[in-house]
T-cell receptor, first 113, second 111 residues
């Protein structure tokens, strides 16, 4: 079974803090993704990565950065958290090449106060 | 026009009936189509994938794809209260190894 884990289920941070969200997958998947999910807006892609050291901007990268130093780990960084970044953050992984099935972690509900 | 469109619902179906969920997409070159189930407060779970025109059955679930009409659907037979969830349709984006998600249809199965 594919296993994607995220470092925290719930997180509360203050405005201006630097926030790290960690995601680890154990299936040797090349592709990893970060989404945020908000009521009425659906799932929106923030960043994705096809390989170690690689990153690509998604649809809403502003205010975020990512790091992929190892194949199994993909980190999302909020450089200076703001209240409009309060959301559910979901990590996913997939194998490359034509199949595109993505498997999600349990999610991190981040509240910025 | 949104890339992937779903009726947001809520769709209410009596227990034991067939639930029918629909999705249209705009990118004609899309080749991979998925249905995810998401319970409230949980993350999306992949339940069906379909790549060719026609029907694909897995237990009580049937996915149907019509590329000419750019339409994909999910049928749930013998609906159970445990099927109450939001169902997300996802489509690959121009071969870019990423998916575009619809906003989801909220399904409620009434006992």
């Amino acid at each position: 079974d594919v296993k994607v884990t995220q470092s925290s289920r719930y997180l509360v941070k203050r405005t201006g803090e630097k926030v790290f969200l960690e995601c680890v997958q154990d299936m040797d998947h090349e592709n990893m993704f970060w989404y945020r999910q908000d009521p009425g807006l659906g799932l929106r892609l923030i960043y994705f990565s096809y390989d170690v050291k690689m990153k690509e901007k998604g649809d809403i990268p502003e205010g975020y950065s990512v790091s992929r130093e190892k194949k199994e780990r993909f980190s999302l960084i909020l450089e200076s958290a703001s209240t409009n970044q309060t959301s559910m953050y979901l990590c996913a992984s997939s194998i490359p090449g034509g199949v595109y099935e993505q498997y999600f972690g349990p999610g991190t509900r981040l509240t910025v106060t | 026009q949104k890339e992937v469109e779903q009726n947001s619902g809520p769709l209410s179906v009596p227990e034991g009936a067939i639930a029918s969920l629909n999705c249209t997409y705009s990118d004609r070159v899309s080749q991979s189509f998925f249905w995810y189930r998401q319970y409230s407060g949980k993350s999306p779970e992949l339940i069906m994938s379909i790549y060719s025109n026609g029907d694909k059955e897995d237990g009580r679930f049937t996915a149907q794809l019509n590329k000419a009409s750019q339409y994909v659907s999910l049928l749930i037979r013998d609906s159970q209260p445990s099927d109450s969830a939001t169902y997300l349709c996802a489509v690959d984006s121009q071969g870019a190894q990423k998916l575009v998600f619809g906003q989801g249809t909220r399904l409620t199965i009434n006992p």
